[in-house]
């Protein structure tokens, strides 16, 4: 008999190794039936602090705690084999200073045993991505549109648009000369997309940035059809489940109701009592 060779992790070094290359496939998890659905097919896992508004019905990512990040974080790492965890910093965890910054990543890194972090902002946020990579906390950047910064932004717009691309680009290469190992490009236009990715040296992973960058990410919940309050215009649908889910409860809901199920295949047989001997 050989010996099973034991899978070997994806590492933060391994994602900005693969910049240029192949690709990089990355989907949100937030459970681990979830996770260990993603993992044979992705490099990367996030758990997004997006779990706010698809799992918990907030109405943005504003209102996720650190608890929340930990016990969805926990809960996908248990589900990984071979995806590298990626996880958010949420809103109030990062932005007060970099020591601030990594009290919360450490804690979110040693409770979880996810290998990296993500937290959104540019060049504002370029001291303390250095200070949180120079003390072995890995970063993905995250610039372009900022879902924590929604109240400021005035709701979910394209970033980088005419006079802001300038900035959108200095906010790139301010992220990656801090020493992030990968950066997300949120609805930026896909011309300044593909000029941001020429210019780095590390990988772009886009959502809703076009076909240019060296990754691609999606919500889960978005991409099965699962989450349907709203529909974002750089989503596809790779199925509707919810769809056949809400078919199928109807279904259940139905039987129920007509004493169709459950069936005599699905009840126990009564036990016969043991009769005494005579």
Known sequence: MS????????LPPDIKARKGGQPMVMLTA???????????????????????MVLHGLPSTVGVTMEMMILHGRSVVR????????????????EESPQQAFRNA??????????SVKLEGGAHMAETIAFLTARGVPVMAHIGLTPQSVNTLGGYKVVGRDDEAAKVMADAKACEA??????????????LTGQITAALSIPTIGIGAGADCDGQ??????????????????????????????????????????????GPEHAFADVLPVKAKS
Do not use: N, W
């Open 106 to 115: 450490a804690r979110l890194m040693a409770e979880t045993g996810a290998p």
């Open 217 to 262: 990410v999606l919500v889960i919940d978005d991409m099965l059809g699962l989450f349907t309050d709203f529909r974002p215009k750089f989503v596809k649908r790779y199925a509707e489940l919810g769809k056949l889910a809400d078919a199928a409860i109807a279904t259940y809901a139905g039987e129920v109701r007509a004493r169709a199920f459950p």
């Open 30 to 52: 937030y459970t681990t039936p979830m996770a260990r659905l993603v993992d044979p097919h992705c490099d990367m896992a996030l758990v997004g602090d997006s779990l706010g």
């Open 178 to 191: 801090a020493g992030a190992f990968a950066i997300v490009l949120e609805k930026v236009p896909q011309g």
């Open 79 to 94: 589900g990984l084999s071979k995806a590298m965890a990626v996880i958010d910093m949420p809103f109030g965890s990062y």
């Open 3 to 10: 010996a099973t060779t034991p899978v070997r992790p994806v």
